[in-house]
Every structure is written in C-alpha cells, then in structure tokens.
C-alpha cells in the first residue's frame, strides 16, 4: 500500500478484555516495528520483527503482549488480560531492508483506552 | 545506559519567528540520527538524518546540525509556520548488526501562534 496502515484507530475496552491491534506495512519492507507511546512521550519500542521471525522482542513489558506476523507481511499486536496501564498509542512502522539504516514509516497507530 | 535527551520540553513562538530544538545523547556506538515531525493524532515522519560525517543538512526551512564529539544535534526552524507546530522527536540509531536499537527522545511540542 501507499502507507503504513493501522486498525482500528481507536479502541475502548473494558479491563480484563483481550485486544487485537492490526499493522499492514508498506508493501515490500522487510522489517516491521511496534511502538508504544504515552502521552507527552516518545514512541517506546515494543518488537520488531525482520520478514516473518520476531528479530527482537526485547521491549514487550510482560507475557500479556504477544505479536506475530505469519507471512512477514501483516502484523497483529495482541494484549490479553488488558490494564488501565496498557491505555496509550500503539505505532506500527516499516523500513526496507535488514540493516538498521533506514528511515521508519509509521503509520496513524491505534488509540487503545482500557476503562 | 544510552539517552537521547531533549531540550526545550516545550516551546512557544510566533508565526514567522525562528527557533532551535535540542537534542544531546549518549548513544554508543553511534550510527545515525533522524529528527522526526509527530503532528497530533498522526505518526512520526522523518524531516532529516544525520550520520556520522555530516556536520549539517538543510531540508526546506529545517536546518540539522550534528556535533559526534559532544554529542549534541540541533534543529533550527526558519521563518516558522503555523503548520509547524508539532512535536519533535530526535532518533539515534545505535550501530549494532543485529538487534533493534533505536533510541527515542521524548520530543520538544512546539506551537507556532499567529
């Protein structure tokens, strides 16, 4: 596609709930990232994967985030058990190649409010 | 620990009025630097990237500058534009051959009134 795309833009949730955020990258970059932002705060890195393996998962904060990306196209983010902590923007981005060189394309994120 | 920090948090001035964002990291080793523009409710896009070698890069009216032995990069935006306001958020990549190591800043939100 012409951008990064993000759905849903917007999710309200209730605590406890399982979410499911989606990311479809630019088509033909290899490497795909998940950000967390809080408000007033930079973008958090969360996993990045290169084509279809999570190349590093260090930032997940806890076994409640998972992600995948079984094509090495699409990627869901999922949260189970959700928390009032886990409210925030959720940014996806892409870039070419396997280097860490490259410029990252975001897309619009996900606004996740868990109640 | 690797940090970028930014510096002002926030910043105020008028329409047409100049004014230069900072960013200080302690990043190591060091592979490039990328400011980006975040206007509200969108994602990061990138204005300019500076590597190691490169002193300072011009994109329009944005103005990068790159000092690798004190660490330190500015943005200076020119003449300023109410479209302008945003946040802005440096990004230092860490030279690793595997392994995500981008370093965010917290960002400076500048707003331009008329």
């Known amino acids: 596609g012409a951008g990064v795309s993000q759905t849903p833009s917007n999710k309200v949730t209730e605590k406890g709930k399982y979410v499911e955020l989606r990311c479809d990258p630019i088509?033909?970059?290899?490497?795909l990232y998940w950000y967390r932002q809080s408000l007033g705060q930079g973008p958090e890195f969360l996993i990045y994967f290169q084509g279809t393996g999570a190349a590093d998962d260090s930032g997940l904060p806890n076994d409640r985030f998972f992600a995948v990306r079984p094509e090495g196209s699409v990627s869901t983010l999922k949260i189970q058990r959700t928390e009032r902590g886990d409210s925030a923007v959720y940014l996806c981005?892409?870039?070419?190649?396997?280097?860490?060189?490259?410029?990252?394309?975001f897309g619009e994120g996900s606004r996740l409010t868990v109640l | 620990k690797n940090q970028v920090e930014q510096s002002p948090q926030s910043l105020i001035i008028l329409e047409g009025k100049n004014c230069t964002l900072q960013c200080n990291y302690t990043v190591s080793p060091f592979s490039n630097l990328r400011w980006y523009k975040q206007d509200t409710g969108r994602g990061p896009v990138s204005l300019t990237i500076?590597?190691?070698?490169?002193n300072t890069k011009s994109n329009g009216r944005y103005t990068a500058t790159l000092d690798a032995d004190t660490k330190q990069s500015s943005l200076h935006i020119t003449a300023s534009q109410l479209s302008d306001s945003a946040s802005y958020i440096c990004?230092?990549?860490?030279?690793?051959?595997?392994?995500?190591?981008?370093?965010f800043g917290a960002g400076t939100i500048l707003r331009v009134k008329s």
């Open positions: 981005a892409s870039s070419r190649g396997t280097k860490y060189t490259g410029e990252l394309f």
């Open positions: 500076m590597t190691f070698s490169e």
């Open positions: 088509s033909g970059h290899t490497a």
């Open positions: 990004v230092v990549r860490e030279d690793m051959e595997y392994g995500n190591k981008l370093v």
